[in-house]
């Protein structure tokens, strides 16, 4: 499926940097490097240093950083530490220098040629170009693989028995993003397809539905005539009750303004009564004041007596006193006209002659009278006003009925006659239509054909779709089951029976179809937990599965691939050794190389995997850190016998 | 000189004569200040369905509606010579020496109301309050003073001295209780519209019964 490209490391250069007493510089060779040293003498420190050299400052966990290099020196301040690391990818030789305090990248040169330019562009180009040499889609990703897949580091880290690492790791490496891409592409033109085809019989059902529509239309013109004759009938009808209608209104308002006349005639009657009455009752009212006057008596008689006494006598009639002061009093005030008792101005009525006294009654008899006719007039027009008043409320209704009548009857013709004149028009319509209906069908059988073209291409599309589905999953399932194969024959060579991977389904979020995950099965027992296998099973396993992989990407490739395992015999059973070593030399025999990290605890091992080698050759091989590293007391104790043993390894058969 | 200058004192003059009139013709007997105020008062609260008496003005007094322009009145009459005080006894009210005054009509006064009575508008007003009297004296005069406390429009009236509303035709409950009383009687009597005289019986035996209970107490 897809060609990733994995890297091969050719040389690496420390320098400058105080872990080491010397300056190193490496030449890996095809198969297996060894770099030995005690605890804490920098075995690790070189291989992340490698990593570090590969990768940079780059975020993929675990990460490294200058801070953790510098940390594990002394002399920090005069130093300007470089690692140089020489690999290839593919074809493509790269050579990186970097500065280990700082992380930047100082010198670059791809396929022998020195790149020139800013630390930061030299960083971009340098993941540019490995992004392209080996197919990963981003440099992250190459990242990930080199630190999970290739490095199988001192924290015993598995990806076997890690579903999300193991689902990762195979994802990138086989189901690449051009295949993804080419699958949605595909998948996005089916459904387009499908989208255009259902549109299309869409559309032609509307225009099926206008033409019946049309046709509908067509008929009921045909039959229209009788009703054009009908509603002309109608009109006319209505035309003569409005005029019926109009005359009565006509007559109302005849009648009413005749009558609002008579009631204003009539109330200026009253007006005029009223003011008579008014003018009536004055005249009454002198005349019986008049009567009155006449009637009662003028004077107090007691008043008399009081003044003849008083004025003949000088005596009050009331006490019976004779004073003549107050005689003298009265003479005065009677003389000026004024009360002899409180001396007022005395009310002087003007003597009226008989004859003007009986005319005076004779007046009062007439204006009584007049009075009562008034009185009886202003009543009579005062209910006739009333009559007035309730006839036009009672016409005013009825006109208001027949305004009300007429509006409708108005509304109801305007509506016939709009109908007239629609339906008068109508049969023009006639040839306006046939030519529609012609051209509708015509339309139909044309888009017919459209639509069985968007069919045509959307069942195109979906065969299409399903055939790339099928050939990825088939493509897939090859290469599992040659996986499978692969892993058995590296975990058989390390237990001395066979070991098999069992494959269940992973379905991947947005794929239609699954990606398998791994477990090993052992004596007829799938081990799906990694505590169901012993220590040394479960390492050696896992080098096993990492070693299937690397296998399988070789073999469509045929470009060797580095790997890192650190002190893999620390852990191993005496009794599996050989078979250990014989797993890597297998793995070796397909050009990798592979770098081992041992601190010279399993001397069986190293011979074992450094037998095919000859005397010279495996001096070339191992990166001796006893020499270059920094002892401790103990272990410069005991370098006699590390200088022994090595001397046994390296010396081999020999 | 003259009696009065105005016409409206010659109307109410004319009225307490009517009245003193009355009592002197149906023999009645004396008729006492206070009981004089009443009987005017009475004859006043019902007087808006015949329109035919003047305006006083009356103020609730500790012993019923009181009119200062009656009494003027009377006293004028009394100088003249139209009326006459019957008898005039001292009593004793609480501890203060006081007259009791009755009046009656003189015969210079029967002389006027004759002469007046020549006239049908004057006559008529005279019938109307003869027939009160009338009425009234069927009771007892001495019981004037509990039908005036039984009436509405003075009942209403809450304050010492406050006036009373008698003639204002709107405040005037006795005109509404005789709407109302003309108003269920109409469905009973179908002459009863035309009869005022069935009205006013009906009125006061409405006033009685307010004032005393069932029985309606006429001799």
């Given at each position: 499926?897809?060609?990733?490209?994995?890297?091969?490391?050719?040389?690496?250069?420390?320098?400058?940097?105080?872990?080491?007493?010397?300056?190193?510089?490496?030449?890996?060779?095809?198969?297996?490097?060894?770099?030995?040293?005690?605890?804490?003498?920098?075995?690790?420190?070189?291989?992340?240093?490698?990593?570090?050299?590969?990768?940079?400052?780059?975020?993929?966990?675990?990460?490294?950083?200058?801070?953790?290099?510098?940390?594990?020196?002394?002399?920090?301040?005069?130093?300007?530490?470089?690692?140089?690391?020489?690999?290839?990818?593919?074809?493509?030789?790269?050579?990186v220098r970097r500065d280990i305090r700082t992380g930047d990248i100082d010198i670059l040169e791809i396929n022998d040629k020195g790149v020139v330019a800013e630390a930061d562009e030299l960083e971009a180009i340098y993941n540019k170009n490995v992004i392209e040499c080996s197919n990963f889609g981003s440099f992250n990703n190459f990242c990930f693989i080199l630190k999970s897949l290739l490095y199988a580091g001192e924290d015993r880290k598995l990806i076997l028995w890690d579903l999300k690492t193991q689902t990762e790791v195979l994802g990138l490496l086989f189901v690449g993003k051009d295949h993804i891409e080419n699958y949605f592409g595909l998948l996005k033109k089916a459904r387009d397809a499908n989208t255009q085809w259902r549109h299309a019989v869409d559309d032609n059902g509307k225009l099926e539905d206008e033409l019946k529509e049309i046709e509908i239309k067509r008929e009921n013109i045909l039959e229209r005539e009788p009703i054009v004759f009908e509603t002309k009938n109608k009109i006319r009808d209505?035309?003569?009750?409005i005029r019926k209608i109009r005359e009565n209104l006509d007559i109302i308002e005849d009648s009413l303004k005749e009558k609002r006349e008579i009631m204003e005639k009539r109330a200026v009657e009253i007006d005029k009564i009223s003011e008579d009455l008014e003018n009536l009752d004055e005249k009454l009212k002198v005349s019986e004041l008049v009567v009155h006057q006449r009637i009662y008596p003028e004077r107090s008689p007691i008043y008399e007596e009081a003044k003849y006494q008083l004025e003949n006598y000088g005596i009050c009639i009331f006490c019976r006193s004779r004073s003549d002061e107050a005689r003298n009093m009265a003479t005065e005030r009677e003389s000026n006209k004024r009360c002899i008792v409180c001396g007022s101005p005395l009310k002087i009525s003007q003597e009226a002659p008989e004859s003007s006294y009986s005319k005076t009654l004779g007046e009062i008899d007439e204006?009584?009278?007049?009075?009562?006719?008034?009185?009886?007039?202003?009543?009579?027009?005062?209910?006739?006003?009333?009559?007035?008043?309730?006839?036009?409320t009672s016409a005013k209704s009825e006109e208001e009925g027949l305004r009300r009548e007429e509006g409708i009857l108005k509304l109801r013709r305007e509506e016939l006659r709009s109908r007239k004149?629609?339906?008068?028009?109508?049969?023009?319509?006639?040839?306006?239509?046939?030519?529609?209906?012609?051209?509708?069908?015509?339309?139909?059988?044309?888009?017919?054909?459209?639509?069985?073209?968007?069919?045509?291409?959307?069942?195109?599309?979906?065969?299409?779709?399903?055939?790339?589905?099928?050939?990825?999953?088939?493509?897939?399932?090859?290469?599992?089951?040659?996986?499978?194969?692969?892993?058995?024959?590296?975990?058989?060579?390390?237990?001395?029976?066979?070991?098999?991977?069992?494959?269940?389904?992973?379905?991947?979020?947005?794929?239609?179809?699954?990606?398998?995950?791994?477990?090993?099965?052992?004596?007829?027992?799938?081990?799906?937990?990694?505590?169901?296998?012993?220590?040394?099973?479960?390492?050696?396993?896992?080098?096993?599965y990492r070693f299937a992989i690397i296998s399988l990407i070789?073999?469509?490739?045929?470009?060797?691939?580095?790997?890192?395992?650190?002190?893999?015999?620390?852990f191993s059973d005496v009794a599996y050794i050989k078979n250990i070593a014989e797993m890597f030399s297998d793995f070796c025999r397909e050009g990798h190389t592979v770098i081992i990290t041992s601190n010279l605890s399993s001397k069986t091992f190293l011979s074992e995997v450094l037998k095919d080698y000859g005397m010279n050759e495996r001096k070339n091989r191992v990166l001796n850190l006893l020499e270059l590293g920094k002892l401790t007391e103990v272990q410069e104790k005991e370098r006699t016998s590390f200088d022994i043993l090595l001397k046994e390894i390296l010396g081999g058969e020999s | 000189m003259m009696m009065f200058d105005r016409l409206d004192e010659y109307e109410k003059s004319d009225f307490i004569l009517f009245v003193l009139a009355a009592t002197d013709e149906i023999q009645l007997g004396p008729i006492g200040k206070k009981q004089l105020q009443k009987v005017v008062y009475i004859i006043e609260a019902v007087s808006p369905i015949k329109e035919v008496i003047d305006d006083f003005l009356y103020r609730k007094k500790n012993y019923g509606p009181y009119s200062k322009d009656i009494q003027n009145i009377v006293n004028v009459l009394i100088v003249y010579d139209l009326a006459k005080i019957i008898e005039q006894k001292p009593f004793d009210y609480r501890g203060e020496k006081r007259l009791r005054t009755t009046y009656g009509i003189s015969g210079t006064g029967k002389k006027v109301v004759r002469e007046l009575r020549q006239y049908p508008?004057?006559?008529?007003?005279?019938?109307?309050?003869?027939?009160?009297?009338?009425?009234?004296?069927?009771?007892?005069?001495?019981?004037?003073?509990?039908l005036v406390y039984a009436e509405p429009t003075f009942q209403k009236v809450r304050k010492f001295h406050q006036a009373i509303p008698i003639n204002e035709t709107e405040k005037n409950l006795s005109v509404e209780l005789m709407k109302f009383l003309k108003e269920i009687s109409e469905g009973e009597f179908e002459h009863y519209v035309e009869n005022d005289d069935l009205l006013l019986i009906d009125f006061f035996d409405f006033l009685h019964l307010k004032a005393f209970g069932g029985d309606n107490g006429v001799r």
């Open positions: 499926m897809k060609k990733i490209i994995l890297p091969k490391l050719n040389r690496v250069g420390v320098a400058d940097y105080d872990l080491y007493r010397e300056d190193i510089s490496f030449t890996i060779h095809e198969g297996v490097n060894i770099i030995i040293g005690g605890n804490g003498l920098g075995k690790t420190t070189f291989l992340n240093l490698i990593i570090f050299g590969m990768t940079g400052k780059e975020q993929v966990k675990p990460r490294l950083t200058s801070k953790y290099f510098m940390d594990r020196v002394e002399n920090k301040r005069d130093l300007f530490p470089k690692v140089t690391v020489e690999f290839s990818i593919g074809d493509t030789d790269f050579l209505i035309e003569n009750e204006l009584s009278k007049s009075r009562q006719i008034l009185e009886k007039r202003r009543e009579e027009l005062r209910f006739e006003i009333e009559d007035i008043r309730r006839a036009i004149e629609f339906l008068e028009n109508e049969p023009a319509r006639i040839t306006e239509y046939d030519l529609m209906i012609y051209n509708y069908i015509n339309l139909i059988e044309y888009r017919k054909e459209i639509i069985a073209q968007h069919r045509e291409a959307w069942e195109r599309a979906g065969e299409e779709f399903e055939m790339e589905v099928e050939r990825m999953r088939r493509e897939l399932r090859a290469i599992m089951d040659n996986f499978g194969r692969k892993f058995q024959d590296y975990a058989s060579k390390f237990l001395g029976k066979s070991c098999e991977l069992e494959q269940r389904g992973k379905r991947m979020k947005t794929l239609e179809f699954e990606l398998p995950i791994f477990y090993p099965k052992l004596d007829e027992k799938t081990r799906d937990l990694e505590t169901s296998v012993s220590e040394t099973q479960r390492l050696f396993l896992d080098h096993a070789f073999e469509s490739t045929q470009y060797p691939v580095l790997y890192f395992a650190e002190t893999p015999e620390a | 508008a004057y006559e008529e007003k005279s019938k109307w309050i003869q027939k009160i009297v009338k009425i009234i004296s069927l009771y007892g005069i001495n019981k004037i003073v509990d």
